[in-house]
Structure formats: structure tokens, C-alpha cells
């Protein structure tokens, strides 16, 4: 069964940065679309990159020039590499993906179990 396993999230000082990888976890077909959430404290979920399978990238307004996102498909696996981090940035950070299992299959919608990152000042 796949899986999306993130990792990387930690402590870190303000200005300092922090990459969060995100892997599948068994061999699989195809994924399209990858994307990274976050849950700040008290805070809906929010969308804060995007990388497609042609490898456009999208950001939320509020990391874009510190964030960026990218694929390695050979490794089924998106990085999130952040910089400048700021207190504002403290939140569980999920990867989300479109996969498709097998050739026959249809493609779903997958999450990872999230990973904390705390950024202090």
C-alpha cells in the first residue's frame, strides 16, 4: 500500500532553514500533481506549493522568494526547502499527491502523516 512519509521538521531559529522531504513508500505507477499544506496553531489548512508533473511550481504568496518546492521522480519523492524561516512559518507541514497506483488504477488523492516545524525568534 502506498504511502507518503515526510520528514525533516524540527526546531529551528528564525532566519535559519529547513528542507522537508516527502517519499512514497512502495512502488507505484505514476503521480501527478505534489503539493505541500500546513496547519498553523488555531489556523485552517493551507495550501503553500505546488509542483506539477511538468515541474511548474506554484506558491502561496506567503513564502514565495523563501519556499521552494521540487521532485525528484525517480525517488517518487518532493522536497520543500525553506528558507528565511519566520515564527510565522510554525506549523505541521503535509505533502499531498495525485498517484496512481498501477497502469489499470485510478489515480487518488494521497497524504502524508505531517511533520511539526517550529521556528523560534
Known amino acids: 500500500q502506498v504511502q507518503l512519509v515526510e520528514s525533516g521538521g524540527g526546531l529551528v531559529q528564525a532566519g535559519g532553514p529547513l528542507r522537508l522531504p516527502c517519499a512514497a513508500s512502495a512502488p507505484l505507477f505514476s503521480i501527478n500533481a505534489m503539493r505541500w499544506y500546513r496547519r498553523a496553531p488555531g489556523k485552517e489548512r493551507a495550501l503553500v506549493a505546488i509542483v506539477t508533473s511538468g515541474d511548474r511550481t506554484n506558491y502561496a504568496d506567503s513564502v514565495k522568494g523563501r519556499f521552494t518546492v521540487s521532485r525528484d521522480n525517480a525517488k517518487n519523492t518532493v522536497y520543500l526547502q525553506m528558507n528565511s524561516l519566520s515564527p510565522e512559518d510554525t506549523a505541521v507541514y503535509y505533502c499531498?499527491?495525485?498517484?496512481?497506483?498501477?497502469?489499470?488504477?485510478?489515480?487518488?488523492?494521497?497524504w502524508g502523516q505531517g511533520t511539526q516545524v517550529t521556528v523560534s525568534s
Open positions: 499531498n499527491a495525485l498517484i496512481q497506483v498501477r497502469s489499470d488504477s485510478a489515480t487518488f488523492r494521497y
